[in-house]
């Protein structure tokens, strides 16, 4: 792009979560892309969404209500705008830009939900499903919920879930754990003494019931805990071991319990000091009826208000979360919890009780196995059916769905598309009980000649399995964009060269990843250029993804890496020197170029679109972008 740095640099648009942020204008996107041609930019990469704006991962990106509460301003702007991915692909071809369509196929959104009998602001777009109605979803999932990735059934399901409940059991761990919760970072949880069971007595014990995991009430039975120190294995949310030998734990048992089957979820409180209670909810919390062990999904996480509106005189508890005579739900953002680990927020044992629990949030957690001292859990009868808004790729109408989107792409005037297969839907805790919809399970009966319905799978190869549904998908996809002469790009990660079973940021159980293994080398042959996905962290790491970089290189094929502004730190010398040196990359994507400070939830990045819908550089970010990487003449 410049004599100070050799290779191509282009900037990524997200376009939704740009459209939140500030209510756009007529000029707004003419205004932006001329800002990007004054720095020299050849291309400019576009996140579109797919038909019907779903929801990502927090549900303050959402199309909402124009009198919302929350800084939202989707309609707005989309109503300024008109088609927001066509606009930005004809004010980018104005200015002499290329435009490629970063496209996720699988972010169907519905990473939300609101309790059972509520109404989210338009109506056709949920689905029911543990925790109440999954909302934000595509234009397609509503009609063809059956068409998402299914979880493996479990015998005699319905009897078991409708037992009364009788017991539960909470194992807390004694010896010392770790949650990693950054690149270099993690919390430790130290070592307690066996006499932590008399010294720190359980006290405080409430639990709670409700029927729609809106309202929850006190439970007023019978109830009795018994303790004992116990030494056992432990299994994090997938049932895989955690550790080489056994560990010592606090288990209590919470006994003569009689919770009725109309009870569809149950939350427990302690007062308790937060490192005492130690765990990984998604396993280490269990409950049982007359006829065993019954199904269970349970989180730390309570629904959080996107404003509060607290004043010196407002009632005890002054919160409305919903509108009086309405079932219209609040306006929603990130989710909170109270534990002993980052993250926390005093708040949601408080709010749980009228606003309920989200379940299955980020998974078992973004960097760990997730170990936290929580004092407010929610406890749902049953486990989610689908993997939230993920769309199962084996399906013929899911594929000719995408195939859509991309003949559409092309319509609007798109040089080229980058499929991604990160995204926002697929946030599971226990992700290898997923991936056994029919296809899936006849296709992996004939590659491996098991039935998985009856005999253990290897979710590497249920992964694998799907990976090759999605194939298809992207030949099609190659076939038709090539045939209109434009271009493929694909996203790739170190995680398909080095598949492992890990929930850890950026491997295949990772919360952002569909949990899908396609064959890198067919997709690189398939590619016209490659991106690469993976995070460094400030510091270039050529080993990651070392053999598709190989691939790539030998075939001639451009390749991008990405530059995080704001969630990775790259903007650093160390990064693009290191960037510099690698021969296999050819270029760099600047990801994201938006800038909102005015935001719910604000992020830093090179142009800001005011509230008046006038685009502007923020001069930090653009002067260490030009230093870095400079800009052409």
Known sequence: MSKCFPKNVA??????????????????????????????????????????????????????????QAGNYSIESILSVGDPVFEHIFEAHRVGMEAFAVMKPYEGGGGYTIPHGRQGLFKGRSLSCIGGERIGLDSFLPDHGNMRVMRKPIPNYEQLIAQPITRLTLSFCLDQVEERIGYDRSDVFASKPDASLIDHPMKGIQLWTSV????????????????????????????????????????????????????????????????????????????????????????????????????????????????????????????????AGSGSNNGAKSIFKRNGFEFEWYGAGIWGNGWMGGTCYGIARGKMTYMKGTHCEAYPEVREYWLDVVKKLIAVGID???????????????????????????????????????EPADPINVMRIRGGFYLQFVTEAAHVLHEHHKMVQIHLHDCYENPRLSSS???????????????????????????????????????????????????????WVHCYIAQGDDLRAEFVEG?????????????????????????????????????VFNKEVVDRVVALFGKSS
């Open 416 to 454: 080229g598309v980058d499929f991604r297969l990160q995204n926002h839907s697929g946030m599971v805790s226990d992700y290898v009980n997923y991936g056994y919809n029919s296809p899936i399970v006849e296709a992996y009966r004939k590659e491996y000649g098991i039935d998985i319905l009856t």
């Open 11 to 68: 900037p990524v648009i997200d376009v939704f979560p740009d459209l939140c942020g500030v209510p756009y204008r007529y000029g707004s996107i003419r205004n932006k892309m001329e800002l990007l041609a004054q720095l020299g930019y050849k291309r400019v990469y576009l996140v579109i969404s797919l038909p019907g704006y779903p929801m990502y991962s927090n549900p303050w990106l959402s199309v909402m209500n124009p009198d919302n």
């Open 505 to 559: 940021f950026g491997e295949l159980g990772f919360w952002a990843m569909p949990k899908v293994l396609p064959d890198w080398e067919k997709l690189i042959e398939l590619a016209d250029e490659i991106t690469i996905k993976d995070y460094n962290w400030g510091t270039y790491r050529n080993s990651l993804s070392t053999q598709i970089k190989d691939r790539a290189a030998s075939l001639h094929k451009p390749l």
């Open 212 to 339: 729609d995991n809106g309202a929850y009430q006190l439970y007023e039975g019978s109830l009795e805990i018994r303790e004992e120190l116990v030494v056992k294995p432990l299994f994090d949310a997938n049932g895989l071991p955690l550790f080489d030998e056994p560990k010592r734990c606090r288990e209590v048992h919470i006994i003569s319990l009689n919770i009725p089957p109309d009870a569809g979820y149950l939350a427990i409180t302690m007062e308790m000091e937060q490192e005492q209670v130690v765990m990984i909810p998604y396993s280490m919390i269990r409950v049982y009826g007359d006829m065993g062990e019954i199904p269970v999904t349970c989180t730390p996480y309570v629904r959080n208000e996107a404003v509060t509106n607290i004043t010196d005189s407002d009632a005890e508890d002054p919160f409305q979360p919903f509108a009086p005579g309405t079932d219209k739900w609040f306006d929603p953002t990130y989710p909170i919890k109270e534990d």
């Open 579 to 615: 960037v510099e040196k690698d021969d296999r990359v050819t270029g760099v994507l600047l990801y994201e170029i938006g800038h909102n400070p005015y935001a719910y939830n604000p992020w830093l990045g090179m142009i800001e679109v005011r509230s008046d819908g006038v685009a």
